[in-house]
């Protein structure tokens, strides 16, 4: 089959995939501590065992694929809202939380108290304190301070666990505002700021973005004329030539 069948082919996978991320971000462009993804391209050679391929047939055979996607960590603009148990984080950080998969992180902190007085994200998953449990919240007024620490009438119920992670840890979406990574690569945070009365808006830039949806779609376009086009030919081979071979 034509090299350019498969190029074609996989060209269509990755930018279709690709069409995936940049819809996802523009439907979160107004979530509170919303982080974007970006695509990333890498090339695959294909190649039979122990082939060796000349360079015209290396550059025949090279297909870009869709190798995963990268969180962009650029700080979203701080909004104030007024309400004591929004919290932004200013800095690299993320709140820790206790998701019924295990812990996950988020830089959304419109937070609130359940019914077991204990501070919970929006999806109803306990915030966690630096001691490792959940903050309990009992009565009124709430105030935290920069390094996190939660005072409830004067009195501390708690200081919340504020991670980082270092550049070559993957970072990965887990839906939502949650986010992933791998076991023990979660630090204190001490340079970040905790913000009372403040959500991070979305980092996602929707210009960029639509601007980065309307080529993957050409693209996608592009990929779907050209396998029709291959499809045409191999019809038209199998259907006219193969037969005056024979």
């Known amino acids: 089959m034509s090299s350019g069948y498969y190029a074609a082919s996989t060209a269509l996978m990755s930018r ?11 439907a979160n462009v107004s979530t509170a501590g919303f982080r974007a993804s970006h695509n990333v391209f890498s090339s695959h050679l294909a190649t039979a065992d122990d082939e060796q391929l000349s360079t015209l047939n290396e550059d025949a ?32 950080g993320y709140f820790e939380v206790q998701a019924a998969s295990g812990p996950v992180y988020t830089r959304g902190g419109n937070f609130k108290v359940s019914p077991q007085k204990q501070l919970v994200t929006a999806a109803g998953d306990p915030v966690l304190g630096d001691n490792g449990g959940p903050i309990t919240v009992v009565g009124q007024p709430v105030s935290v301070s920069s390094d996190g ?14 991670v980082e992670f270092a550049p ?11 986010y992933t990574a791998p076991a023990g690569t979660a630090v204190a945070s001490p340079d ?8 991070e808006s979305s980092n996602v830039n929707p210009i960029t973005s639509v601007v980065e949806l309307i080529n993957a779609q ?21 259907s006219q030539d193969l037969p005056r071979v024979g």
């Open 168 to 178: 070559s840890v993957q970072v990965q979406s887990a839906g939502g505002t949650y």
């Open 149 to 162: 620490t939660i005072s409830v009438g004067g009195a501390i119920s708690g200081k919340l666990k504020v």
């Open 192 to 199: 970040s700021k905790v913000r009372q009365g403040m959500l």
């Open 61 to 92: 055979n090279d297909y870009g694929i869709l190798s995963g996607t990268r969180l962009d960590s650029t700080q979203g603009a701080l909004v104030p809202t007024g309400n004591d148990l929004d919290f932004a984080v200013q800095g690299a």
């Open 218 to 238: 050409r693209e996608v376009e592009s990929m779907r004329r050209a396998l029709s086009m291959f499809g045409t030919e191999m019809d038209k081979t199998a």
């Open 16 to 26: 279709t995939q690709a069409l995936d991320t940049i819809a996802n971000n523009l």
